[in-house]
């Protein structure tokens, strides 16, 4: 029987258009915000603003009122196809 052990952030932060979040298990994960319907729409300080919130377990944005769990961002389950280089 697998147990699967929940991620949960210990950091998060924004550079340029990508999202980075550290997770307790040491892994650092980034994820391009262009992959969120609302994230792609925001301004790089915007981006900046996110927080941790549920002990860990949720990224917020307060000025654009969104959440995304980590659990979904490190099972990949992103709104938006990735787009292509130009």
């Known amino acids: 029987m697998d147990v699967e052990t929940e991620s949960v952030a210990i950091r998060a932060w924004a550079s340029g258009r ?3 979040v550290e997770l307790t298990d040491g892994r650092q ?5 262009d ?3 609302i994230l792609s729409e925001a301004t790089d ?3 900046q603003a996110v927080q941790l919130r549920l002990n860990g377990a949720a990224l917020r944005w307060e000025e654009l009122d969104e ?7 490190v099972a990949g389950h992103f709104q938006l196809p990735l787009r292509e280089a130009a």
């Open 35 to 37: 992959r969120f319907r």
């Open 45 to 47: 300080d915007q981006l």
């Open 67 to 73: 959440d995304l769990t980590v659990q979904g961002i």
């Open 29 to 33: 994960i980034a994820f391009p915000a």
């Open 18 to 20: 990508l999202v980075f």
